[in-house]
């Protein structure tokens, strides 16, 4: 007899990693004006982002600053009409941190700063972390297979298993089962503190990091 089942395995981890992602633009009816305060901007993003680096430990283990990039335009009036030309000049950043003290101090300071808006935190493991808990989930999702084939051969009075044949989700011959994405991390928005709270750093909760795995399984009985 053969028995093809599919296991299944999922693990909750704390993240180890949050990357905070920024945009520092600045609007103005010339363009020397948009330009030259957005480069200021990245010019004091830059200085802080040194000293972080240079701290020991340092909180942060990686930054991108992108090119400044401008845009120009002619707004249209209330009344439908094409008022005098803006100017934006904008710049994208991302900062990975090891320390949510240090992150919550960032995103409060930036945070407040005209002209920056703080978009986001992703949270994610280290890929050493992810490379030794992917084999945990899928060894657990392998176990998970042979016991649910187990079940099932001894509810039929069946004699030991023996495995024939084990793959990712459909790829088994002969069967197909759709593949569930494994997620590897989880984002979520940096908000102000409430009107009226106490001054301080912002308070980021991580969010667990879900990994998933999945596997199908084929088992002859004797």
């Known amino acids: ?40 901007l990245v010019g004091h993003l830059t200085t802080h982002l040194e000293r972080l680096a240079a701290v020991r430990p340092s909180p942060i283990t990686w930054s991108e ?3 400044i990039l401008t845009r120009s335009w002619r707004p249209w009036s209330v009344k439908g ?52 808990q992917e084999a945990a989930v899928l060894r657990c999702a392998v176990g998970s297979a042979r016991d649910r084939a ?15 044949e084990i793959a990712d989700p459909g790829l088994l011959g002969g069967v197909g089962i759709s593949h569930t994405p494994t997620p590897y991390a989880a984002a979520t928005t940096a908000a102000p503190a409430p009107p009226g709270t106490l001054a301080g750093p912002i308070q980021i909760t991580p969010e667990d990091i879900e990994l998933f795995a999945e596997v199908q399984a084929r088992f002859g009985t004797e």
């Open 1 to 40: 007899m053969d028995i093809t089942v599919t296991g299944r395995a999922s693990m909750a981890l704390a993240p180890e990693r949050a990357t905070v992602k920024m945009t520092l633009a600045s609007e103005a009816r010339d363009a020397e004006s948009a330009l030259a305060r957005t480069t200021e």
């Open 65 to 67: 600053i992108e090119p």
């Open 81 to 132: 009409n094409l008022t005098a030309m803006r100017y934006t000049a904008t710049c994208e950043a991302q900062v990975k941190f090891s320390d949510p003290a240090a992150l919550g101090h960032f995103v409060d300071g930036w945070g407040d700063v005209d002209g920056v808006t703080v978009h986001s935190v992703v949270w994610t493991l280290t890929d050493p972390t992810r490379t030794e």
């Open 150 to 164: 187990q079940a099932i051969s001894d509810a039929a009075g069946s004699g030991e298993l023996q495995l024939v």
